[in-house]
């Protein structure tokens, strides 16, 4: 138990933490990160860790987060990839799939058992994702497959997905000419603020969503999910939002922290 908490037992369950700007900023860990999640862990407390990001596998976020000290497996890591495979696999595990995405994505959805395929007559949901190696074929067989029936879901919803550096090719744009083209709208959007990623992250935990609480540095995201889930939320100041941002918002947070460290 870090000596900083003394006897101090975690208010919640089960955590729910975001990781760029609440855990890590880049490379560097956010200080006194580490200390609540051993905190956390030490207090038996379960915790996951959220990333909107579909670009790479849990994998990488828990390589990343065990080299800046915070000892993780993929098991430990939600992404919008994640959410959107544990709605794949409770409600159409035998369905044939069609992805516009990357090759690294493709296996992955390949490797939790999904059948893919670039049948047309075969496709039964497609799936948009965020993909650098886009063409007009790729696009041309999801709308094919859409007017033709098949169901649609997207990993994200948001404009643009932030890497270091600058951003790649926004997944809403292919959501926006798919719907446009097949005159259909997405029926599930994985990641934040989606419900899905929460209800993802509460099964991942095994803990009732009552009793989490949901924790990042964004209002439009983080917070908005938590709070349309009906969970309390807890705000870090570490990250893009500041008390003044906080000031003009509609909906508070429950907390809004400094950093991790405050953790209730």
Same mark, same amino acid.
């Given at each position: 138990?870090?000596?900083?908490?003394?006897?101090? @037992?975690?208010?919640? @369950?089960?955590?729910?933490?975001?990781?760029? *700007?609440?855990? +890590? $900023?880049?490379?560097?860990?956010?200080?006194?990160?580490?200390?609540?999640?051993?905190?956390? &862990?030490?207090? #038996? &407390?379960?915790?996951? /860790?959220?990333?909107?990001?579909?670009?790479?596998?849990?994998?990488?976020?828990?390589?990343?987060?065990?080299?800046?000290?915070?000892?993780?497996?993929?098991?430990?890591?939600?992404?919008?990839?994640?959410?959107?495979?544990?709605?794949?696999?409770?409600?159409?595990?035998?369905?044939?799939? +069609?992805?516009?995405?990357? @090759?690294?994505?493709?296996? @992955?959805?390949?490797?939790?058992?999904?059948?893919?395929?670039?049948?047309?007559?075969?496709?039964?949901? !497609? $799936?948009?994702? /965020?993909?650098?190696?886009?063409?007009?074929?790729?696009?041309?067989?999801?709308?094919?497959?859409? !007017?033709?029936?098949?169901? /649609?879901? %997207?990993?994200?919803?948001?404009?643009?997905?932030?890497?270091?550096? *600058?951003?790649?090719?926004?997944?809403?744009?292919?959501?926006? /000419?798919?719907?446009?083209?097949?005159?259909? =709208?997405?029926?599930?959007?994985?990641?934040?603020?989606?419900?899905?990623?929460?209800?993802?992250?509460?099964?991942?935990?095994?803990?009732?969503?009552?009793?989490?609480?949901?924790?990042?540095?964004?209002?439009?995201?983080?917070?908005?999910? #938590? =709070?349309?889930?009906?969970?309390?939320?807890?705000?870090?100041?570490?990250?893009?939002?500041?008390?003044?941002? !906080?000031?003009?918002?509609? %909906?508070?947070?429950?907390? !809004?922290?400094?950093?991790?460290?405050?953790?209730?």
């Amino acid at each position: 138990m870090p000596e900083a908490y003394g006897s101090r @037992e975690p208010r919640y @369950e089960g955590y729910i933490l975001d990781l760029d *700007g609440t855990v +890590y $900023i880049g490379d560097t860990l956010i200080p006194g990160a580490r200390e609540a999640v051993e905190w956390l &862990r030490a207090s #038996g &407390r379960p915790v996951v /860790f959220l990333s909107n990001k579909p670009l790479e596998p849990a994998s990488h976020y828990a390589a990343k987060l065990s080299s800046l000290g915070i000892p993780a497996m993929a098991d430990d890591v939600l992404n919008s990839t994640q959410a959107l495979l544990a709605y794949a696999q409770q409600h159409y595990p035998n369905a044939a799939y +069609y992805c516009v995405g990357e @090759e690294l994505l493709l296996r @992955e959805l390949c490797d939790a058992g999904l059948h893919l395929t670039d049948d047309v007559d075969k496709i039964e949901v !497609v $799936i948009a994702a /965020f993909d650098r190696t886009l063409t007009y074929a790729k696009l041309n067989t999801a709308y094919q497959a859409l !007017v033709r029936g098949a169901k /649609f879901f %997207a990993t994200n919803g948001d404009r643009s997905c932030p890497i270091d550096g *600058g951003t790649i090719p926004d997944c809403a744009g292919v959501i926006a /000419f798919l719907e446009a083209t097949a005159e259909g =709208q997405v029926e599930m959007v994985a990641g934040k603020p989606s419900r899905q990623m929460l209800s993802a992250a509460t099964g991942r935990l095994g803990v009732d969503p009552s009793k989490c609480l949901m924790v990042g540095d964004r209002l439009a995201t983080d917070m908005r999910m #938590g =709070q349309d889930a009906g969970i309390d939320t807890a705000l870090v100041l570490t990250g893009v939002t500041s008390r003044e941002h !906080v000031a003009l918002c509609d %909906a508070r947070p429950t907390y !809004v922290l400094e950093s991790l460290r405050d953790l209730p």
